[in-house]
């Protein structure tokens, strides 16, 4: 089995300061861990992923994510936040021949 | 087509009724998914099509839920004798097929309101 825990429903961060949004993941075997958006009345939109290679992946909007194999955890960050970042946040796992697990979602949301 | 297109966007029927759900993947994804998103809540799997392969159905909540996709391409999702918990936004995604490690492209989804 595969699962996703985002244990923070919210997350409220002033413009300017960095953010970080909390995944930890549970698998069998090798992770590839994704993180995805939904700004209001809009899909969800892809931001980055880790497959293998470096720890710290860097995506879209300035944003990056480092994986931790020990604390099984892939957490989402931005060095300094934009109030246009506020939106839903999804992080998601998958293993083998398996489809994409979603965590429950994270909404962000950031003060001017 | 440019991105994942999903038909209708909104959707209000009366309990007891049934619904299709239409999704039109990206030209040439091999790998198609259906999830459900409540409101509120995160995304929730029911269904993946990779390939010619017999496909992944372990997320559908009930046998009232089925879903095929013809021809490798355009998907349809089948709810019989709707429920009022079916109330949801219904998402489908395509993804290039890169084995494990490719990114899901999303719809903007199928609104349903069960009355």
């Known amino acids: 089995a595969q699962s996703v825990a985002q244990p923070e429903d919210q997350v409220n961060v002033a413009e300017g300061n960095p953010l970080t949004v909390k995944c930890t993941y549970s698998v069998s075997g090798n992770p590839y861990l994704f993180w995805y958006v939904q700004y209001p009345n809009r899909g969800l939109q892809f931001l980055l992923k880790?497959?293998?290679?470096?720890?710290l992946v860097k995506g879209s909007y300035g944003f990056e994510a480092e994986f931790n194999k020990s604390q099984t955890s892939f957490h989402l960050k931005k060095p300094s936040a934009l109030v246009s970042d506020s939106a839903l946040y999804f992080c998601a796992v998958r293993s083998e021949g398996r489809a994409l697990t979603f965590g429950s979602g994270t909404r962000l949301q950031v003060q001017p | 087509g440019a991105g994942v297109s999903q038909s209708p966007s909104n959707k209000v029927t009366e309990k007891g009724k049934d619904v299709e759900l239409r999704c039109d993947p990206i030209s040439g994804h091999t790998a198609l998914y259906w999830y459900r998103q409540s409101l509120g809540q995160g995304l929730e799997f029911l269904i993946y099509f990779q390939g010619n392969s017999a496909p992944d159905k372990s997320g559908l909540p009930s046998d009232r839920f089925s879903a095929e996709r013809t021809g490798g391409s355009v998907s349809t999702l089948t709810i019989q004798r709707t429920q009022q918990e079916d109330s949801a936004v219904y998402l489908c995604a395509s993804s290039p097929g890169q084995g494990n490690t490719g990114e899901l492209f999303f719809g903007e989804g199928s609104r349903l309101t069960v009355l």
């Open positions: 880790y497959i293998t290679g470096d720890n």
